[in-house]
């Protein structure tokens, strides 16, 4: 039981006579939890109430009992002097009695017996035997309050919360009010039973910046109208998740100024939008915050002005405000854009109507976008003379068209006149230029007779300018998929000792979809009228060219098809073309011919010479694929670097080329560090045991004694080799071998 602590002893007077009074001593202390109260009995006090009385006896009768009606009886001599007083210790006797249910003491409760009895014939000394011991009206009432039990440790404003009365009386009711930061907020209810249903009232002025305020509830257990004690019990009143700001968008307007006027809407990549926004917190809380989004992108504020408008058609403007509970909430506005793109022109060609003639045709096609018909529009074409344009034609009433228009005579003969064709609307100009060249010269020397020109008057002074196109270009054009197209054929013409060769660009597939590579063949005839090739390169290893002999002094050049793509050769450049002829191809074959030479890499002397090592990850020799001779080397072996190293203990040479180290290696005695073995006693006897010679040998064997047990008890055994532990351990060999991932290295031998 949870008795707390002894209330301290007191005396309570029991019995006068008008000549003795009788006192006895007692305590108490209370288990709150249990409803009990425990007596102590603990002594008597007599005394005199004149100074004509007195008393000296060695047998009185003494002692106290329990309230279980036990007693206790004890003799003690007691003497009490005229007029005083005497204590009278007795041993102590404990009394445990049960409140009633509403904690009040029971009225008339035997809490425990006493007794003094002095037996001399003297009608004046106390003669009292076994009494009943009361004391109604001195012991507190033990508090009986109700601990109370909420049904939810949180609940939402507006929504029930039963709190749980579990009374320890029928007759106790409930004073229920509740608190918020210390502070008394208001009466829940004065007369609840054994539980009470609350509503949760709106308690959002409390909670302003977050979700949730703590509520103490204070439960009063009433006895009638008198407060047997109470208890403090809390949960967490929170926002309902009905609780959220409002957003509201005020005004959507056109920010780029006189857009509105022109176009009556909003223009695609030139309208600017000004947003006005507002919004309201609910229930105590405030806005923290506005954010506008546009196409994705944010703008803070209640009013904003956006980026330009990329997009067309229906465009999203939407708000979002979170209040300072950090709950949001949102409002789309639409608003619809105007298609807009900046004018086009395509200039299909400018040319004079003849090689002679000073007239010129221009074909054009532009564009104009619309914008719902309210954008401006015009389109012209001019020729440049002195330093004025001078129009060729203009239109204002079309947005769009295909045509041509034949200019006068406005183009020199023997000058390059600049042409340009103008789309311009309510935002832009849109310029392409052109050139029309001088009429068809085939040479010209220039006005200083310095200079020369190809196809074209020359227009700088001591230059070569060339404006016939070159011919040395060929895109094939064979059918079927994969395999490899044959592009060229070389004839060599060369007599012995004389080197010839070309050189070439290359691509497969598409126009931009593939880098230009360059091939290179030279022939050297040596003493032979039928030479063999002497170098064969390429800038791309990963796309080489194939030489294939096809007969004498012959040979076909070759490149990969990567399913229905084709090859495109351009820049042939002939060494000695004298000695080499040349010739565009167009076949596919499904594989090469049998002998055919691969191109080497051009970088690889410079990149891998002779003696340089690569790894590799799969078994592919890298001269398949660089050239040059490669061989695998070091399988199963670890590199090491050339020369004299040091491990900060140990310094060693290593040559090169050499080899050493072992997989496993066994290790000697003198390999060992230095031990010893202990001799234990294992469960088997067996953890070392000693071999002490054959049959027929003596031994003699001396033991030093345990500790204290003696000493001088010293053995020694001596008997040739024997004098060892058994031999242990499997005389395996160890593993020197260190974590790895296998890969392949490789050696330019040639």
Not at 252 to 272: D, H, M, P, R, W
Not at 303 to 330: E, F, M, P, W
Request: glycine share 10%; proline share 3%; net charge positive.
């Amino acid at each position: 039981m949870a008795y707390g602590p002894w209330k301290g002893q007191r005396w309570r007077t029991v019995w006068n006579n008008g000549y003795y009074r009788i006192d006895v001593k007692w305590d108490f202390c209370q288990d709150i939890e249990n409803n009990k109260t425990m007596i102590a009995m603990c002594g008597q006090r007599v005394a005199s109430l004149n100074g004509y009385y007195s008393f000296n006896y060695t047998a009185c009768e003494t002692g106290v009992g329990d309230f279980n009606g036990t007693k206790y009886p004890e003799t003690r001599a007691v003497s009490v002097g005229d007029g005083g007083t005497t204590e009278i210790e007795c041993t102590h006797r404990h009394s445990e009695v049960t409140h009633n249910a509403d904690g009040t003491w029971p009225s008339g409760q035997v809490c425990g017996w006493w007794r003094f009895n002095v037996p001399l014939a003297s009608h004046n000394v106390p003669t009292v035997g076994w009494t009943a011991f009361n004391i109604d009206g001195e012991i507190p009432t033990i508090p009986r309050a109700t601990t109370p039990t909420l049904s939810a440790a949180s609940v939402a404003c507006g929504s029930n919360l039963t709190i749980n009365l579990p009374r320890h009386a029928s007759g106790f009711t409930h004073r229920i009010s509740y608190r918020i930061g210390g502070k008394d907020k208001g009466t829940i209810t004065t007369n609840a039973g054994t539980s009470f249903a609350w509503t949760v009232p709106n308690l959002g002025s409390y909670m302003p910046n977050s979700t949730g305020v703590w509520v103490v509830l204070r439960v009063e257990t009433m006895s009638g109208s008198t407060v047997i004690g109470y208890k403090d019990i809390g949960f967490t009143a929170t926002a309902p998740s009905s609780w959220v700001p409002t957003a509201s968008i005020s005004s959507i307007a056109e920010a780029t100024a006189n857009l509105a006027t022109q176009f009556g809407g909003y223009v695609q990549s030139k309208s600017t939008l000004r947003v006005k926004s507002s919004g309201s917190g609910s229930n105590g809380s405030t806005i923290s915050s506005y954010v506008v989004t546009i196409q994705g992108r944010n703008y803070n504020g209640t009013d904003i002005t956006s980026a330009a408008i990329s997009a067309s058609g229906t465009v999203a403007v939407t708000l979002t405000v979170t209040d300072s509970r950090g709950r949001t909430a949102s409002k789309t506005q639409n608003v619809t854009v105007l298609a807009y793109s900046q004018p086009q022109i395509t200039v299909s060609s400018v040319a004079r109507t003849s090689d002679e003639a000073t007239t010129a045709t221009c074909t054009y096609n532009f564009s104009i976008a619309s914008v719902n018909s309210k954008n401006t529009k015009a389109f012209y074409i001019q020729y440049l003379s002195g330093s004025t344009w001078t129009d060729i034609m203009r239109m204002s009433d079309s947005y769009g068209k295909s045509g041509s228009v034949t200019s006068g005579a406005v183009f020199g003969v023997d000058a390059t006149t600049k042409v340009r064709f103008v789309a311009q609307d309510y935002f832009t100009s849109v310029v392409v230029e052109k050139e029309v060249g001088p009429t068809f010269t085939l040479m010209n020397l220039g006005a200083g007779g310095k200079s020369l020109a190809i196809g074209r008057v020359s227009d700088n002074e001591g230059t070569y300018q060339c404006a016939l196109a070159q011919t040395h270009a060929h895109r094939t054009s064979a059918s079927g998929a994969n395999g490899y197209l044959k592009i060229l054929q070389l004839v060599v013409t060369a007599t012995a000792w004389n080197y010839g060769g070309i050189e070439f660009k290359y691509h497969c597939g598409a126009v931009g979809t593939s880098w230009f590579d360059t091939g290179k063949i030279v022939i050297n005839g040596g003493s032979t009228t039928d030479p063999t090739p002497a170098i064969v390169m390429c800038s791309n290893p990963d796309n080489p060219i194939y030489l294939h002999k096809a007969s004498a002094n012959t040979w076909d050049v070759y490149v990969a098809k990567n399913g229905s793509e084709q090859a495109f050769v351009f820049d042939v450049v002939q060494f000695r073309a004298n000695r080499i002829k040349w010739s565009f191809q167009n076949q596919q074959v499904a594989s090469l011919p049998s002998g055919y030479i691969r191109a080497r890499w051009e970088h690889l002397n410079a990149c891998y010479p002779v003696g340089s090592v690569k790894f590799t990850y799969d078994a592919n020799n890298p001269g398949i694929r660089l050239g040059g001779t490669w061989a695998q080397f070091s399988q199963g072996r670890t590199l090491i670097g050339q020369g004299t190293g040091s491990d900060g203990t140990t310094s060693m040479t290593f040559g090169a080329g050499a080899t050493g180290g072992e997989y496993k290696h066994k290790l000697a005695q003198s390999e060992m560090p230095s031990h010893s073995h202990w001799l234990s006693d294992d469960a088997n006897h067996t953890a070392h045991s000693f071999a002490w010679g054959g049959a027929g040998k003596t031994v003699w064997l001396n033991t030093l004694a345990a500790g204290g047990n003696g000493s001088g008890n010293v053995a020694n055994t001596k008997q040739n080799e024997w004098n060892h532990t058994a031999y242990d351990g499997g005389n395996g060999l160890h593993n020197n071998v260190q974590p790895y991932q296998v890969i392949y290295a490789w050696r330019r031998t040639a």
